[in-house]
């Protein structure tokens, strides 16, 4: 019997958007919407962090100013990047 290759929700997730990349805006004003209301930063970051994976390290380090290398820091989970990074992005995105 084969085994089934399970994808996490966050791969589906990545993947969704990937194809669906005109939805990206309506789902980051929902995220900053949340946020507002509960405070959750943990979330609000792992939700940036999946937007930067489907458009790119390059594109992230591109549109915030920032090293290739800084990006990827930035995105990773051990990463705490700045609130004025996010505040880049949220401008680059078209949010807010």
Request: aromatic share 8%; hydrophobic share 30%; glycine share 8%.
């Amino acid at each position: 019997m084969a085994k089934r290759k399970l994808r996490t929700f966050d791969q589906v997730e990545e993947e969704y958007y990937r194809e669906q990349p005109d939805e990206i805006e309506g789902y980051l004003k929902v995220c900053f919407e949340e946020y507002a209301k509960d405070g959750a930063t943990s979330a609000l970051l792992s939700s940036l962090r999946m937007v930067s994976g489907v458009k790119g390290i390059s594109t992230l380090a591109e549109e915030t100013g920032m090293t290739r290398n800084g990006a990827q820091k930035a995105k990773s989970e051990a990463g705490n990047p700045r609130f004025e990074i996010s505040t880049r992005l949220c401008r680059r995105w078209a949010i807010g």
